[in-house]
């Protein structure tokens, strides 16, 4: 009926309805398929209300851009206060280097990765992949931060199977998100 020996956790995640019919939440989001089977679509954890109140689903937008050359790991980031989504992105070094090349742009590892033309560049890449993926426009990120560092288990930004870590990444780059939102 719960929760073994644990009241608090039993309340939050058990309900029952009107018809006295009993409930488990588990945070999944699904849809009924026309044969009657039900989906896994989404975590609701990860449905973010932007200000303008469209909901935006992080892990699809982060499903359709990572698998781009460019992109080694990406985490989409937005919150209720403002209309538009951000991004963290781990670029892929000979990727960004032969774009960098391209675009007459040199330095170290570091400093391309904190170039304010390189995020651009990068940006622009990202916004045509978003659109070729059916994104909608307020889910395409509209500020990204190049970070130069991997996201590994040791760094604690991931998980050991490399799933992100979302609260240890919004701690990582606060910095970061208070300036793409402009408070810095």
């Known amino acids: 009926m719960g929760y073994y020996k644990n009241e608090a956790k039993t309340k939050a995640d058990f309900f029952e309805d009107e018809n006295g019919q009993r409930w488990l939440c588990t945070g999944d989001i699904g849809e009924f398929d026309p044969d009657g089977c039900l989906k896994i679509i989404d975590r609701k954890k990860d449905l973010v209300k932007l200000q303008a109140g469209e909901y935006v689903s992080l892990g699809k937008v982060e499903a359709a851009l990572k698998n781009l050359p460019l992109i080694d790991n990406i985490c989409a980031y937005a919150n209720s206060y403002h209309s538009y989504v951000i ?92 300036r793409m939102y402009g408070r810095k």
């Open 87 to 178: 991004g963290f992105v781990v670029p892929n070094q000979k990727e960004l280097t032969d774009l960098a090349r391209k675009k007459g742009l040199k330095g170290t590892w570091e400093e391309l990765c904190n170039s304010c033309e390189m995020e651009n560049e990068v940006l622009k890449v990202l916004s045509e992949a978003a659109v070729s993926a059916s994104l909608e426009k307020f889910e395409i990120p509209v500020k990204i931060r190049l970070s130069p560092e991997p996201w590994t288990p040791e760094t604690g930004l991931v998980t050991d199977a490399f799933k992100l870590k979302r609260k240890e990444l919004k701690t990582h780059y606060q910095a970061d998100i208070e």
